[in-house]
């Protein structure tokens, strides 16, 4: 089981095959890494399964292999089109999935540099094409872990700058608490070739263009968003995890954010975050069990709202009625708009 969903294996990969297992899109959520939050957002997980689902096949309509098969309906795998209700559950090929060793403070991934194929690779890859005020790049600039030149710029950047060219970053997947790593860490500890790692980004701008496109329909800004890859038995690249969701990426409307983003903005106001931060400086092992607060829930017009949002961007991307009664996405933003400006704690961005 993960924070926002869980995994049930029917086959397990090996490393000469793929396995099969399904992925149960739960209604939970996480902020900053602290795991399940203390209430769930109604119809979230049926939401990100089906708008994972439209992205896979325009995926497969391109020629870029995934581990999607389809989404479960009369625990059959099906395709988008040949569903009828909503669904929270995604039959996927198994990759292995084989953790770093913690040795001390220190991460081994030794195993990485003999493996053929068949495996998640450990790093998640992260587009970036506006730099809003809580992008986690403002906060490493700060505490002098990036520069400018880093990420491509010449100058220090600031808050809701669009970026002329997308800046592609880097992080550890499987680690307790994931960190931000060079691309030359990344290469180093994944085993993958420069030529992958040209191959990787490369499919990261492709998949950044289709989600972009796709959202820019409803007049959305996709300001930047993640993606997970595995090697298949051939050792070619292909796509898994899910992308193109509000979990997975960062999405405004006229600077208001449409997506996981709006939780996170609340809770940055609350002790609760403040006492998350000081302890991740403490010990970044062991910081939630050191963490002398735990999370309020958030308050219900704003649950209610994040609910709506999930379930309208789904309805209006995929062009299907998924989930009846839920005002257009427009409506949406105004209602948010409205809590903005009552101040529940979210403030401006």
């Not at 708008?51 to 497969?60: M, P, Q, S, V």
């Not at 180093?188 to 263009?209: A, F, P, Y």
């Not at 789904?314 to 839920?326: A, P, Q, R």
Request: glycine share 6%; with cysteine.
């Amino acid at each position: 089981m993960g924070s926002v969903k869980d995994l049930k294996i029917i086959k397990e990969a090996t490393p000469a095959s793929s396995g099969l297992a399904r992925f149960i899109y739960s209604d939970r959520y996480s902020v900053f890494d602290w795991g399940e939050m203390p209430d769930h957002i109604d119809h979230k997980g049926a939401a990100i399964a089906l708008l994972g689902a439209y992205f896979f096949e325009k995926l497969e309509e391109k020629g870029i292999p995934t581990h999607y098969i389809g989404l479960v309906d009369d625990n059959i795998a099906r395709k988008l089109s040949e569903i009828q209700n909503p669904t929270n559950t995604m039959e996927i090929k198994l990759l292995q999935v084989i953790k770093p060793e913690l040795k001390g403070n220190q991460y081994s991934y030794s195993k990485y540099q003999h493996l053929k194929g068949n495996f998640l690779i450990p790093l998640e890859v992260i587009y970036r094409n506006v730099l809003p005020p809580g992008s986690s790049v403002f906060r490493r600039l700060k505490n002098g872990e990036i520069r400018a030149e880093d990420l491509g710029l010449d100058k220090e950047p600031f808050p809701n700058q669009k970026l002329d060219t997308p800046i592609l970053d880097v992080s550890t997947k499987l680690e307790i608490t994931d960190r931000y790593i060079t691309w030359a860490e990344a290469r180093q500890i994944s085993g993958l070739s420069d030529n992958e790692i040209l191959e990787l980004k490369s499919l990261t701008r492709r998949i950044n263009n289709l989600i972009s496109e796709e959202f820019s329909k409803l007049g959305l800004v996709n300001e930047d968003g993640k993606i997970e890859v595995g090697f298949d038995t051939e050792r070619r690249l292909m796509l898994v995890d899910v992308l193109g969701t509000l979990d997975e990426c960062r999405f405004t409307y006229d600077g208001i954010p449409v997506s996981k983003e709006i939780a996170r903005i609340y809770y940055r106001g609350t002790e609760w975050y403040q006492s998350v931060e000081e302890a991740k400086k403490k010990d970044r092992q062991h910081w939630k069990q050191i963490c002398r607060l735990s999370p309020e829930p958030l308050p219900p017009r704003l649950k209610r709202s994040i609910s709506q949002i999930y379930c309208a961007c789904t309805n209006e991307i995929t062009g299907n009625e998924w989930f009846k009664d839920i005002p257009s996405l427009e409506d949406i933003i105004k209602e948010i708009k409205g809590l903005f400006s009552q101040d529940l704690g979210i403030g401006g961005t």
